[in-house]
């Protein structure tokens, strides 16, 4: 393709990221090298890095007790391993192990191996992104530039750009502003000293040069967007898995851009291609290739499925294997080495998928005959490359002095780089617009927020409308009320906190920012809407409940609820910064809310407090903030009077009428409390931020949770189990096993389907004009027959998922025409739900089931009623074998790695045992060889007779060559393929080929990466500029096949000979078997969730433990006695169903997303997921309220047994009418956020 580019060449421009990429990313990294190093005299700066000897080792403890290995995290074995647990011993596991290398300036290197080969973990160590804790052993030197690591490791991601495998980004910002941001954060101007560089050649070529980087440094942001192909959405929200946005191969491009910036002198990626056409892949190799090479970058990526034309992008390769190194030297090399040592790369297969093969138990099928013995293990393939040539070139590299070049670097450059590119106050306010930004687009959670305190301001005012001084319980109960309202409606700001934070650990990793920039423009974001809230509840409580009208007396009133609202919005950022995730923090965010409620002077007045808590009175805000309003109220002028309402105070009591109420409460009656009341706040606002600020700054939760950490992983058997059964000694093994299964065919309990789509179009309304649509399929035709595998493919935009969800009936917006047909028969959407099984791309799973029960449930649930048990319980040992899943079917789901829930999704829909089975990405995020083994399974399900559809990015050629058909699509969902692809591919080269301007097909090239080139499919889309595929398909004959195939019978019109699929029953299984299965998941599921179940058990003790010690000595027969334990009932039952209900959201939301998968797929009544939800809380609830009744009513002084079981009734019902009401808002509002807010505000009316 390149051959065609100099013939529409265009000059280069300095007015926009368009006119910079004139000549395309080559032309444009030519041109600025050449005007920089002009001007600077020498090459532009560069930086080697160099590491020797590099070991890193973690101290893991491991049970002895290997029959508990499996054991699953029931509540028991919980409690069992927090007590007595198995003996335990530490192991010494080896992460990365004695590595050295050298990776040099201008090079771009790929970084393979299998998953756990300690690449990530490497790519880590160098850019200094390794959580280093406790249990981690360092050994070794790394340098950069003749620098040790050591001494520039705060300033290291100013010169090295490390890119995550994860796609965390803020949903509610469109791609532009994502990287428009980055680029602020990296230095969007040119430094003072950069600029002083530029004048070491003729005045011309200097001013130039300045000009050209000005340009550069102006218009980054669309120079990347224009490189990585995003400019169709640069004005889509990013969008995440609550929030629709951009696909996922656009969201993997965004986070490589999202590092681009900052001018860095290496570059160390990994996974980058994950979801990406090949086609778009190769172009963004090509040009990271084109950096490195031009601008003397230093660049090493890691890739999962690099096809044969991106491997030969690359200059060098490094092989890892279980944290050893197998190889690192140049590509052209590495084929002759490996045969060196006895293995051969056979013809067909990918070279990236061979090396990743050795040093595994598939290493056989490349074995020659070789004099000396060859290694085995990955210990023995790394001892033979220390004693390899290539390894005592890299040592010499590794040990010889550095060029003079890197000396300069290191001195004019390194020594003189800041830790972070803005300075504190433009880093702080671009936060602050970027958090504004965020906030402020979030329009459900404002109108709820706002809603929320207008409704609740309305409800204060009406129920204590002018309210009478003298009724000092009421005056203090709607203070309190209004101090405790503005407390806990910052809770529901937790679930944002928690997902942010994600993304500030790895822009902070980036120094994009400082914590301190982060936690200010944070908390001054909240401030709008903080004050806006105050404003709305303070005037209508204020005003009209009646409380002293005077205007400075009310501005200390808004005053006073104002910083208290900060103050608590700060206390849970806190709490977000330090606890591990959402299921600790929230509950915890009530304990916390409890804690300041009970001592802020007005359920248990200050005299009643027992001394060894009176340090609590002290420390909660809400105690000032309710001591400052008392005072601000009953210290005015009106009422700080001896006489009132012809009472005499002064004479009867001693003090004035303001004191006399306010002494009823305890309070202090000094009018300079309330000065210390908004200090005080005010204060603890600021001790918050700064809590926060080293949270954020000193702890890191980065690592996932429930790691496998043994050392040999349950992957290595259970991958042999779904090899396509290979021919050893006995012949045809392989059409034996297929023949058996076609042979059973008829007992699978299933019909053959042909699925046919006739002239389908789809439209949806332009999100920039409403009243206009856009098209996103146009006019596709296409079939898929019973046994074969038919591949949806094209770039990204394409429309494959889409055509994809319009066949399978999953598009529910928008507007479809056209036909869609199931053995000729039109296919009604019961018809297409009963009779086809859905891959999605995200493995959504009920979590706490084993992989067995999972396949159990859908097997039951989805087979027709009249299937015996025994075929159903075959049909799931099947699937378990087919898939290679025998070593962990009775392991629990939560933790699996993503390579065993892509294969357990496959499964869950296979042993539905559906005709038809739609798979959207199967191999989307696996390396090279899990990618192969699943298709290889996906071939032995199509051989069973099933019909199968599939969209798939970056095939490998061995993957690619299973599949029957293909349905190729280019970008605005139009047709430019459809056929047979024949064996090895022939009948789609030769039509390719035969296209006129399309060259051959090189030799070794991948077909999937050359015909997606072909069509233009990259990010750069030239290739198809001269030619209409569409058309030329249109007239072509495999189009006339097309027509013809689709008018036979079977297809698009009945056949005597195939059943139309008709289906009587909604759903396939019978009310009781829904009951029994759903109910049955829902008890097993909480049984498994010790997180969430023990987690509250073990909170209504602690609830129980503080009101009791609060009220341990209690006198009833006082005023304020009996009015402090009327509050102290009222709060212990408010407190336990106000955190039930907390706690309840997250899991609820968290399940709602498998339910939302298997709704699809009708497999049960929505009424049976109601009933099993509701029945599997009912234990845990009594059990809470029984273990807070036995501990609390005992320690209060109550006596009364009877009395004691109607007040466990009662709280244990109040508690469950709580967890009830959170399922009912988690079902019913968009998001977790969103149910907190209406649920806080429903819950604050009926207080």
Not at 146 to 165: C, G, M, S
Not at 604 to 632: E, F, G, R
Not at 1116 to 1121: K, R
Not at 1194 to 1219: E, H, K, R, Y
């Amino acid at each position: 393709m390149e051959n065609e580019i100099p013939n529409t060449r265009k000059k280069i421009g300095y007015d926009s990221g368009a006119a910079l990429m004139a000549e395309g990313p080559q032309g444009l990294h030519e041109h600025i090298a050449e005007k920089i190093e002009k001007a600077l005299g020498h090459a532009v700066p560069h930086m080697d890095i160099r590491f020797s000897n590099l070991s890193v080792t973690a101290d893991i403890v491991v049970v002895d007790d290997s029959g508990s290995k499996y054991e699953l995290p029931t509540i028991p074995n919980a409690i069992k391993k927090a007590f007595v647990g198995p003996k335990k011993r530490i192991v010494r596991k080896e992460i990365l192990k004695d590595i050295s290398g050298v990776f040099t300036p201008g090079k771009i290197t790929l970084l393979l191996g299998q998953p756990g080969s300690g690449k990530s973990s490497l790519l880590k160590m160098l850019s200094g992104r390794f959580p280093i804790e406790k249990n981690i052993t360092v050994e070794g030197h790394i340098s950069f530039n003749n620098i040790q690591r050591e001494h520039i490791i705060k300033r290291l991601p100013q010169f090295v750009a490390y890119v995550n495998q994860r796609d965390k980004h803020f949903p509610m910002l469109t791609v532009k502003e994502t990287l428009q941001f980055a680029h602020s954060f990296c230095g969007s101007t040119m430094s003072k000293h950069d600029e002083d560089l530029l004048k070491h050649g003729s005045e011309q070529e200097n001013q130039e040069a300045l000009e050209a980087a000005k340009a550069l440094f102006a218009h980054y942001p669309d120079v990347i967007l224009q490189q990585l192909g995003l400019q169709n959405c640069q004005e889509t929200i990013v969008g995440d898995a609550m929030t629709r946005g951009i696909s996922g191969g656009e969201r993997k491009r965004v986070t490589t851009g999202e590092m681009e910036f900052g001018m860095k002198y290496v570059s160390l990626m990994d996974e980058i291609s994950t979801g990406l056409d090949s086609a778009a892949t190769y172009d963004i190799i090509s040009t990271q290739r084109s950096i490195a090479h031009k601008l003397h970058k230093n660049v090493v990526i890691a890739l999962l499925q690099p096809s044969p034309e991106v491997f030969s992008l690359f200059d060098d390769v490094m092989i890892m294997n279980e944290g050893q190194l197998m190889y690192h030297g140049p590509c052209s090399e590495v084929e002759g080495y490996f045969s060196g040592l006895g293995f051969s790369c056979p013809p067909g297969r990918d070279i990236a998928d061979y090396l990743l093969d050795l040093g595994t138990s598939e290493q056989y099928r490349y074995q020659v005959h070789h004099p000396v013995k060859q290694p085995r293990s990955a210990s023995e393939f790394a001892e033979a490359f220390r004693r390899s040539s290539i390894h005592q070139n890299m040592l010499r590299a590794l040990e010889a002095p550095h060029d003079q070049e890197l000396l300069r670097c290191a001195d004019e450059n390194m020594n003189a780089m800041p830790m972070f590119s803005q300075s504190f106050v433009d880093s702080t306010l671009t936060l602050l617009r970027r958090q504004l930004m965020i906030t402020y687009r979030n329009k459900p959670f404002i109108f709820g927020r706002i809603l929320m305190v207008t409704v609740m301001g309305l409800l204060y005012c009406t129920i204590f409308y002018d309210f009478d001084p003298t009724q000092v319980s009421v005056v203090l109960g709607v203070v309190f009320s209004s101090v405790m309202f503005v407390s806990m409606g910052q809770s529901s700001q937790i679930a944002t906190y928690m997902a942010d934070r994600e993304i500030f650990y790895k822009q902070r990793g980036a120094n994009f920012f400082r914590t301190g920039s982060y936690v200010l423009a944070n908390s001054a974001s909240q401030i709008p809407l903080a004050l806006g809230e105050t404003v709305i509840f303070g005037a209508l409580v204020y005003w009209l409940c009646g409380f002293e009208a005077e205007v400075s007396l009310f501005l200390i009133f808004e005053i006073v609820l104002f910083f208290t609202n900060l103050a608590m919005g700060m206390w849970f950022f806190f709490l977000s910064s330090v606890g591990p995730n959402a299921n600790v923090v929230t509950p915890l965010g009530m304990c916390s809310i409890l804690v300041f409620v009970i001592f802020a002077g007005f359920i248990v007045t200050k005299d009643q407090i027992p001394d060894y808590l009176i340090w609590a009175h002290w420390i909660s805000p809400m105690s000032w903030s309710v001591k400052a309003l008392s005072i601000n109220q009953y210290r005015s002028d009106s009422m700080d009077v001896c006489v009132y309402d012809d009472i005499d105070y002064c004479t009867k009591y001693g003090m004035t009428m303001g004191e006399y109420y306010l002494d009823l409460f305890g309070i202090d009656t000094e009018k300079s409390w309330v000065v210390y009341g908004m200090i005080y706040t005010a204060s603890i606002y600021v001790v918050f931020m700064f809590l926060s600020y080293l949270g954020l700054e000193y702890l890191r939760y980065e690592t996932p949770e429930n790691v496998d950490v043994s050392e040999k992983p349950i992957e290595d058997e259970s991958y042999r189990m779904i090899e396509t059964p290979k021919n050893t000694g006995s012949a045809g093994t392989t059409d034996e096993y297929v023949m058996d299964l076609e042979a059973n065919a008829h007992e699978k309990n299933f019909v053959p389907v042909t699925v046919a789509f006739q002239d389908l179009h789809y439209f949806v309304p332009d999100p920039h004009n409403p009243k206009e649509s856009l098209e996103l399929l146009k006019g596709i035709n296409g079939f898929a027959v019973p046994g074969s595998i038919t591949a949806l493919m094209g770039s990204s935009g394409a429309g494959k998922t889409t055509l994809m969800d319009v066949i399978a009936g999953r598009k529910t917006g928008g507007k479809i025409t056209g036909k869609i047909l199931l053995n000729g028969y039109e296919a009604n959407d019961l018809a297409i739900r009963r009779c086809t099984g859905y891959c999605e791309q995200m493995d959504v799973h009920s979590e706490a089931a084993t992989i067995r029960e999972a396949l159990t449930f859908s097997s039951f649930l989805r087979q027709d009623a009249s299937i015996s048990d025994q075929k159903k319980y075959e049909s799931v040992d099947e699937c378990i074998e087919l898939l290679g899943l025998e070593d962990i079917a009775d392991q629990i789901i939560r933790g699996s790695s993503v390579e065993q829930m892509k294969r357990l999704t496959i499964g869950v829909e296979l042993a539905a045992q559906p005709s038809v089975i739609f798979l959207d990405e199967p191999t989307s995020g696996l390396d090279a060889r899990s990618a192969k083994l699943i298709m290889d399974g996906v071939r032995k399900v199509a051989d069973s007779g099933r019909t199968i559809i599939c969209t798939i990015h970056q095939p490998s050629s061995e993957v690619f060559y299973l599949f029957d058909s293909l349905l190729l699509l280019k970008r605005g969902g139009e047709t430019v393929f459809y056929g047979d692809l024949g064996a090895d591919c022939c009948n789609l080269i030769s039509y390719f080929e035969s296209i006129p301007g399309v060259a051959s097909l090189p030799l070794g090239y991948n077909p999937a990466t050359w015909m997606l080139e072909c069509i233009g499919a990259g990010v750069s889309n030239s290739a198809a500029d001269g030619m209409d595929f569409v058309s030329y398909f249109k007239n072509s004959p495999l189009s006339e096949a097309l027509h013809n195939n689709l008018a036979k019978e079977g297809i698009t019109t009945p056949s005597p000979n195939l059943p139309e699929m008709v289906f009587a029953d909604k759903r396939a299984a019978s009310s009781a078997t829904q009951m029994k299965f759903v109910v049955t998941r829902w008890f097993q599921m909480y049984w498994r969730t010790p997180s969430y179940n023990l987690t509250r058990m073990i909170l209504a003790l602690f609830l129980a433990l503080v009101f009791g010690l609060v009220f341990v000595d209690a006198d009833y027969a006082s005023y304020t006695g009996l009015n402090s334990g009327v509050g102290m009932v009222y709060m212990a039952a408010l407190f336990q169903a106000m955190m039930t209900f907390q706690s309840i959201l997250p899991l609820a939301c968290a399940e709602r997303a498998s339910y939302y998968r298997e709704r699809a797929s009708q497999t049960y009544n929505a009424l049976w997921y109601f009933v099993g939800s509701t029945l599997a809380e009912i234990p845990y609830c009594f059990c809470s309220g029984f273990l807070f009744t036995i501990v609390f009513y005992p320690m209060v002084g109550f006596t009364d047994f009877w009395v004691g079981v109607v007040f466990w009734l009662a709280i244990s019902l109040l508690v469950l009418m709580q967890v009830y009401l959170g399922m009912m808002f988690a079902y019913a509002m968009p998001s977790e956020e969103v149910a907190a807010i209406i649920g806080l505000l429903f819950n604050t009316v009926f207080m």
